[in-house]
């Protein structure tokens, strides 16, 4: 916590003590934090893991919006304190996570008497909003094959990917049947394989020139 806070530029001592007076909590992985239709109480700030936070359509298709990683914020967090809107997605722990959460009083008066706090917060939030822009472009732009092989080489690790296909999907904003028979066409031509709940790359190069067409 005390890293974090000594990032922020020109952060007064005062407002420095009450944030570093705030305890931090371990959320075990698959914990819900929030669901859409809730009202936002706190800014949480991550000090280790990953939060996903998604967005569920009526037809139970999911997709992934953003994760919030350590140094980085929940845009709809942020929206919620200060517009008052209430949650659309769902906020769930992808790993376990250490957070500290700022209470909604705290936080309002910091965005209106602390500089160096509001700028953190804005510039956060401003990335956030490029990303989902981004996001949005791949989705609505983006050929579903190449969206696939982009994320399967982020999500790589040694060659394999931990992931079930609902997941994939999730993340690329498709759905499961056609994430499914993607991956068995790139296994039919020989760039991946799969077991239960991973997909072996075996060939990434092919993967990669496949998602570069993305853009």
Known sequence: M???????????????????????????????????????????????????????????????????????????????????????????????VQLTVIPKPLFLDLMQEDAGFRSFVLASFARRMNDLTRLLERVAFGRIECRLAAELLELQNDGVVVATHAELAARIGSAREVVTRRIDGFARQGWVSTERGEVHLRDMPALRRLAASLG
Do not use: M
């Not at 570093?20 to 009202?39: E, I, N, Q, S």
């Not at 953003?66 to 790993?95: D, K, N």
């Open 2 to 96: 005390t890293h974090w806070i000594s990032t922020l530029p020109g952060l007064s001592p005062d407002h420095a003590a009450r944030l570093a007076a705030l305890p931090a909590r371990d959320v075990p992985k698959g914990t819900v934090l929030f669901r859409a239709g809730d009202a936002a109480n706190g800014f949480a700030v991550v000090l280790h893991g990953r939060i996903d936070v998604n967005l569920t359509g009526p037809s139970g298709r999911e997709i992934l919006l953003y994760a919030v990683e350590p140094g980085q914020s929940c845009v709809q967090t942020t929206l919620g304190l200060l517009g008052g809107e209430a949650y659309t997605g769902e906020a769930i722990t992808a790993t376990a």
